[in-house]
């Protein structure tokens, strides 16, 4: 692993090129979250940025206690992918538009299954607004053909990709054990961690599911078929042994490298890539989960306004389309606004973190139909 630094701190590692884009703030959030008692390892991956006390983009491993804080309010977000025999040759970005419509209201309980846990009830079927999105995409370039033909994937058809968590679920959880404990850890050992432990499973469940109902509410418009392929979650907690020492494996923003394939997104402008993880205890066993930001939300109107309007921002230098009615976010969310993917992708395949199984353009991006000045 020829590109992995070091930063101040001993028990804190980079993974990066000399190119990387890093705020010297992440760098601090990352540096002061691994002061913390009972932390043992941090790793920050490339596409570490800035986040509400605790850096985004990085995995955090401790012995005996572990911080709820740190997974945050989104726990069990992810990025879940399907196969679909939606092509462009029979669909136009103006049909595909406008047979989904809005996604916006939530699903109502005769939408839903009978049998499901009576917590699977927060928002059902809702993406949530920041950038959590559901997209078609379309293969680009490949790589490795193996997986492509175990999925029966070829360039004509559409992939859906869905990224969303556990709706006001995980805000619920956070919130209480915040009331309770403050950013404290708990000792993994207590009641009180088991109880967290417990609520965490549910919203990782609750956040799949609710990324198979959006997938199954959208495919539905379009009266089309899809093919579950993957779902990976970057906000989790899990038990984990390294350096043969067990403890507490955070995620962050960080995709886990040991679960099979995973995709990682650039932005509704950049492209997305599908890669198989190389597994390594040096960088926790997790990868970048995006590009990450590079700036702030409330920066981005500032700076995009004076070349582009809300109409402009709808369609992207790919060639895409982006379904976003809050003037707000359509800016927040410009492809600008994060860092190039493929700086990313460099820092991991030099770190020797993956292979590359193939590039995906955006085709369709939806955000939310809700208007909003
Ligand atoms: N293909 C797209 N990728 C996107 C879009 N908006 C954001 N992103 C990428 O996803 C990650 C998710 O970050 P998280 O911290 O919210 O989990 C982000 O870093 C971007 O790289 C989009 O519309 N399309
Ligand atoms: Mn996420």
């Given at each position: 692993m020829g590109n992995t630094l070091h930063s101040a701190a001993p028990n804190v590692q980079l993974i990066v090129t000399e190119n990387t884009w890093l705020e010297g703030k992440a760098i601090q959030q990352l540096e002061t979250t691994a002061?913390?008692?009972?932390?043992v390892r941090v790793v920050g991956l490339p596409d570490l940025h800035p986040g509400r006390g605790y850096p985004v983009g990085a995995a955090f491993f401790t012995q005996s206690h572990f911080y709820p804080a740190l997974i945050?309010?989104?726990?069990?977000?992810g990025m879940a992918l399907w196969r679909t025999d939606l092509t462009l040759n029979k669909w136009s970005l103006d049909k595909l538009e406008k047979r989904l419509g809005s996604i916006d209201a939530p699903l109502e309980a005769e939408d839903l299954?009978?049998?499901?846990?009576?917590?699977?009830?927060?928002?059902?079927g809702t993406i949530g607004g920041g950038n959590h999105f559901a997209e078609l995409q379309q293969l680009d370039e490949i790589y490795q053909p193996e997986l492509l033909e175990t999925w029966q994937l070829n360039k004509q058809q559409l992939l859906l990709l869905v990224h969303s968590g556990s709706r006001g679920m995980g805000q619920m959880i956070l919130e209480q054990h915040v009331r309770e404990h403050g950013h404290n850890g708990l000792v993994a050992s207590s009641p009180q961690a088991q109880n967290y432990l417990q609520q965490h499973q549910q919203a990782l469940d609750y956040a799949c599911f609710n990324r198979q109902l959006i997938a199954g509410r959208m495919l539905k418009r379009w009266r089309a078929n899809g093919e579950h392929l993957l779902d990976v979650s970057h906000n989790l907690l899990t038990p984990c042994t390294i350096g043969g020492v067990d403890g507490w494996l955070h995620r962050k923003g960080a995709t886990p490298a040991d679960q099979g394939p995973v995709i990682i997104p650039g932005s509704r402008g950049d492209y997305s890539y599908l890669v198989q993880p190389l597994p390594s205890e040096q960088s926790l066993f997790s990868l970048a989960h995006?590009?990450?930001?590079?700036?702030m939300r409330g920066e981005c109107k500032e700076r995009l306004s004076g070349r582009y309007n809300a109409v402009q921002l709808?369609?992207?230098?790919?060639g895409s389309r982006v379904i976003c009615l809050d003037k707000q976010l359509i800016f927040q969310e410009a492809?600008?606004?994060?860092?190039?993917?493929d700086g990313v992708m460099e820092a991991m395949l030099q770190a020797g973190l993956i292979q590359l199984v193939a590039r995906l353009k955006p085709v369709l991006t939806y955000k939310t139909r809700g208007g909003n000045e």
């Open positions: 002061r913390l008692p009972e932390m945050g309010n989104d726990i069990g977000c299954p009978d049998d499901i846990p009576e917590y699977f009830c927060h928002s059902p995006g590009a990450g930001r590079k700036w709808s369609r992207t230098a790919l492809p600008e606004a994060y860092k190039p993917i």
